[in-house]
């Protein structure tokens, strides 16, 4: 395996311009495109301050659109939804090439075995300007995601596609997104195929109190042996929420849990720290109560996860063929859930 010199990465908090108030398909990309050039514009600006060995840069889950706010899963596939070949993650690209930096963020992307659907989608492109990894986000409260297109998804995807790793130059990176970091079975998959650095693009609630979500960073690290680089929101503006409900903590967790750097509020390049993916390997190789990955008894747990809770292939019709679903969906298939685990006895009633 090739040694990887030390490189410092960057959890770019920068902040989100929705696009939910753009009356036009036109205004909604001209958007998209100048919240690109907002951020290649930090990117070179940290990179100057930072030094040359800034090789990896994070940037929030909503950098590009802000998420929907009552928009029709379809409505916002045609409005806000990019392709994996347009405008856009071309011009990412240029950012890429230009700072010299591996780009890892967040976005709602379309697919055309999936019409009308959309996939919020992680992104590795590396500083050549080619998009390396796609990873789409498999839990999901209101969007799609391949779980409710399982059958299909692997047909044309396969198992790789889901969890995907890009061996690089920097080592071995794969992408959690959001709020996925709370399920320990996302990390630990992408751990077991090799992953060494985890990029987590996100926006979420910033407390002086430890949230669930920061609480998970560490974890998933530790557990995993894997450094973490977490981008969060510096708030997001022109929609109806308030706009500093998502704002701060973005950091950069190593492999042993602990924090080696953090931001506070706002816009900011604060949260950028050395990687040393050598030292995480010897860590890995190193025997001990410590080397959690190497400690995994699988076996015992797979009766308990072969049963389902929440069911797949909810958006496939008895064809096997995509189905474009009404909001509702998401909360009745829920409420299926909790009457499933209600069945079961997993859940005690008050």
């Known amino acids: 395996m090739s040694l990887v010199a030390p490189y410092q990465a960057l959890a770019l908090q920068t902040t989100c311009h929705a696009v939910n108030r753009c009356d ?10 100048a919240n690109i050039e907002r951020v290649h514009r930090q990117v070179l600006g940290a990179k100057a301050f930072i030094g040359a060995d800034l090789k990896l840069v994070v940037v929030p889950e909503y950098f590009l ?42 976005a709602y992307e379309l697919d055309a075995h999936f019409p009308g659907l959309y996939f919020q989608t992680s992104f590795i492109i590396d500083d050549q300007g080619r998009c390396i990894l796609r990873y789409r986000r498999l839990v999901s409260m209101f969007a799609p995601t391949p779980h409710d ?27 959690v997104a959001s709020e996925e970091i709370l399920y320990p079975e996302i990390a630990r998959s992408l751990a077991l195929r090799g992953a060494e650095v985890l990029l987590h693009s996100s926006s979420e609630v910033s407390s002086p109190r430890l949230t669930p979500k920061d609480i998970a ?55 950028h720290a050395s990687i040393d993916i050598a030292a995480s390997r010897r860590a890995r190789q190193r025997p001990g109560m410590g080397n959690m990955l190497s400690r995994q008894r699988l076996e015992l747990f797979a009766a308990t996860y072969a049963g389902s809770v929440y069911p797949p292939n909810t958006m496939l019709d008895g064809a ?25 006895g997993v859940l005690a009633s008050e």
């Open 149 to 175: 297109l399982w059958d299909r998804y692997l047909e044309i995807y396969g198992l790789d596609g889901v969890f995907p790793v890009a061996d690089t130059p920097l080592g071995r990176l794969a992408c």
């Open 65 to 106: 659109t802000g998420y929907p706010l009552g928009e029709s899963v379809s409505g916002w596939a045609a409005k806000a939804a990019i392709a994996p070949d347009g405008p856009e993650y071309q011009r990412l690209g240029d950012l890429c090439r230009d700072a010299g930096v591996y780009l890892s963020g967040n």
């Open 24 to 33: 036009a398909v036109a205004a909604t990309r001209a958007r998209m495109l």
């Open 217 to 271: 960073k560490r974890a998933r690290a530790f557990e995993n042996g894997c450094w973490l680089v977490s981008a969060n929101s510096a708030g997001i503006r022109e929609v109806d929420i308030p706009g500093d409900s998502v704002d701060g903590l973005s950091k950069v967790v190593d492999f042993a849990g602990e924090v080696r750097a953090e931001a506070g509020q706002g816009e900011t390049m604060v949260a």
């Open 320 to 344: 096997g063929q995509p189905l474009v679903p009404e909001r509702a969906h998401f909360m009745a298939t829920q409420r299926r859930s909790l009457e499933l685990l209600n069945s079961r």
